[in-house]
């Protein structure tokens, strides 16, 4: 079974700091995605990364895939209260659907 | 365009109740999936199809638990009979192929 442990689990922040989060396996995965779930609402996709090596930014968010494509990781520049929410990295491995992790549920404070 | 559209947002009923939980797809999708989450053992997959056809289902936790896709724009989900520990919130999501997944606002069930 394919498993992808997310730390930490929680995280609290003062706006403006910087943080990073990470999604490890000890699978390769052909892609892995990251998702961002609001209270109330389903996780929406923020990024796919694909190559081994791979870095990705989204406006304040820098997405890594690691080399050996096992692992990645988040990180947000200047975190905003709006950056809150629970962080679901998941994993693909082509034929399968995918795998989630538990998530890194965010908290920043103003 | 409309997202995944589920139905009833918020199910309160009693232990031993039938539930039926309802999802529409994205227009288009092929693929469509059944996540149960809490916060205890996260979002876990319960049964996908693919072009309605349900090609895996061993996350469906026992018989109580069955789903169906009659059509390309329509699935459910039925617990029957429901017990406390089914209490979770259901997310539905398509997608074309499997890889980009676009879930619906789920379904917060509470069984007393």
């Known amino acids: 079974t394919q498993l992808l442990e997310q730390s930490p689990q929680f995280l609290s922040i003062q706006e403006g700091e910087n943080l990073t989060v990470y999604c490890n396996s000890s699978s390769v995965f052909s892609s892995l995605q990251w998702y961002r779930q609001e209270p109330g609402e389903g996780p929406v996709l923020l990024v796919t990364v694909v190559t081994g090596g791979e870095v990705k930014k989204l406006k304040r968010l820098t997405f890594q895939f690691g080399d050996a494509r096992k692992d990645s990781s988040l990180h947000i520049t200047a975190a905003q209260p709006g950056d809150t929410g629970l962080y679901l990295c998941?994993?693909?491995?082509?034929?399968?659907?995918?795998?989630f992790g538990k998530g890194t549920r965010l908290s920043v404070i103003a | 365009d409309a997202g995944v559209i589920q139905s009833p947002r918020h199910e309160v009923t009693e232990m031993g109740q039938e539930v039926t939980l309802r999802c529409k797809p994205i227009?288009?999708?092929?693929?469509l999936f059944w996540y149960r989450q809490t916060m205890m053992r996260g979002l876990e997959l319960l049964i996908y199809?693919?072009?309605?056809?349900?090609?895996?289902d061993s996350g469906m936790p026992e018989d109580r638990f069955s789903a169906k896709m009659p059509n390309a724009s329509f699935s459910t989900l039925k617990i029957q009979p429901s017990e406390p520990r089914d209490s979770a919130v259901y997310f539905c999501?398509?997608?074309?192929?499997?890889?980009?997944?676009?879930f619906g606002e789920g379904s917060r069930l509470t069984v007393l």
């Open positions: 199809f693919n072009n309605n056809v349900p090609i895996d």
């Open positions: 999501a398509s997608s074309l192929g499997h890889a980009w997944l676009f």
């Open positions: 998941a994993g693909d491995s082509g034929n399968t659907p995918l795998v």
């Open positions: 227009s288009g999708h092929n693929s």
